[in-house]
């Protein structure tokens, strides 16, 4: 068969329409593949993301104070140093609660004999037990001469003389009496003893020689000066809160207000005020600087939340609350603060779940989710 180079085209042609159009086919049974696919998968709807947050139930039963702080150094209520008044021997005598000669920061009572002195030859000059004989013999010469006066035997004027007797004897004996107990160094009022020299035993101690410092610290005063601002603010009994960093870390001790004065100081502007701290525990030492906090107005029994909580924007105070897994803002009025946290007087109510940690990125109607 002779084979033509037409015959040849003629064939190829024929040959490359049938494979065009069975790629066609092909391509077109593919795309109708890949469209009947994505037809048949389901759409996802774009989802929010829910913040995770933790909330607190409100209840109102909170309380909160007004202060307004003050400070100074904390004063014993009664402080003495005694000094010998007369020269004789150290006797430092026993302390009847321990069964030993006293020390520094033994507690003393009112009329306890700290320091004795001793001088025998002033003690004999004071003839003590003479003048005790002389003034019992007075009154027995009295009694002898009221009775002779009933019967005429004695005259009125002798019995005067007996008056006089018994009261000269009685004056120079109390004066004897005296003079021995300036011998003897006594605690004046119930305290502590702060200061306690030594002295050689049974060595001579001068006249005027410091002997004993004794302190009653179970009340302290607190004298502070107010600004002229707060009068009309602070009263007298008004309750005080007293604290220090050392020797109060986690007590706070009670104290009130317990003289103001009237007179303002053109110099400063302040006027002076003093408070009583009860210190019967002991906590506080004289000296110790203290803080005061004196309650200017108190709440009771109202919601109280911290201050970080509540934000503002445009003279609006406002917090968030969870409701219906949505963040909503509630506009508040707040009242009392303290340096951490506030009353809300207005705005939210008990058993509302106030959003206390992830607030900060939160809008409103934000989508939340309570850790529990």
Not at 8 to 17: F, W
Not at 328 to 346: F, L, M, S, Y
């Amino acid at each position: 068969m002779y084979i033509t180079r037409n015959s040849i085209v003629k064939t190829i042609s024929k040959n490359g329409l049938k494979l065009a159009k069975k790629s066609a086919i092909a391509l077109c049974a593919l795309g109708l593949f890949y469209l009947s696919s994505c037809r048949s998968q389901p759409q996802s709807a774009p989802t929010e993301i829910e913040t995770p947050v933790s909330v607190r139930e409100l209840k109102p039963t909170g309380s909160i104070s007004k202060f307004y702080p003050t400070s100074g150094n904390a004063t014993p209520t009664a402080s003495v140093t005694l000094n010998s008044e007369m020269a004789g021997l150290y006797k430092l005598q026993i302390n009847p609660r321990t069964g030993r000669p006293y020390r520094l920061n033994d507690a003393v009572r009112k009329g306890d004999v700290i320091v004795r002195l001793e001088d025998k030859e002033f003690e004999n000059n004071q003839r003590i037990e003479t003048l005790k004989l002389q003034l019992e013999n007075a009154e027995q010469d009295q009694i002898v001469q009221k009775e002779l006066l009933e019967l005429g035997g004695a005259t009125p004027a002798q019995v005067r003389n007996t008056e006089v007797t018994i009261i000269n004897t009685r004056n120079s004996l109390e004066n004897a009496m005296i003079s021995l107990g300036r011998m003897e160094v006594k605690a004046p009022f119930d305290g502590y003893i702060v200061a306690l020299p030594h002295y050689t035993p049974d060595v001579r101690v001068a006249n005027n020689q410091p002997m004993v410092s004794i302190m009653n610290y179970n009340n302290l005063i607190l004298e502070v000066n107010f600004p002229e601002s707060t009068i009309g603010l602070i009263q007298v009994n008004q309750p005080v809160h007293i604290t220090h960093s050392v020797g109060l870390p986690n007590d706070t001790l009670r104290g009130v207000i317990s003289e103001l004065s009237p007179s303002i100081s053109s110099e400063t502007r302040t006027y002076m005020g003093r408070i009583l701290i009860d210190n019967r525990d002991l906590k506080l030492r004289p000296g110790m600087f203290v803080k005061a906090d004196v309650i200017l107005d108190k709440s009771s029994d109202v919601i109280v939340i911290p201050k970080n909580l509540v934000l503002s924007a445009r003279n609006r105070k406002y917090v968030y609350v969870v409701e219906r897994n949505l963040a909503v803002t509630r506009t508040v009025i707040t009242g009392i603060e303290d340096e951490d946290n506030v009353e809300i007087v207005d705005g939210l109510y008990e058993n509302d779940n106030l959003i206390v940690r992830g607030f900060e990125t939160l809008r409103e109607n934000s989508r939340v989710r309570v850790l529990r």
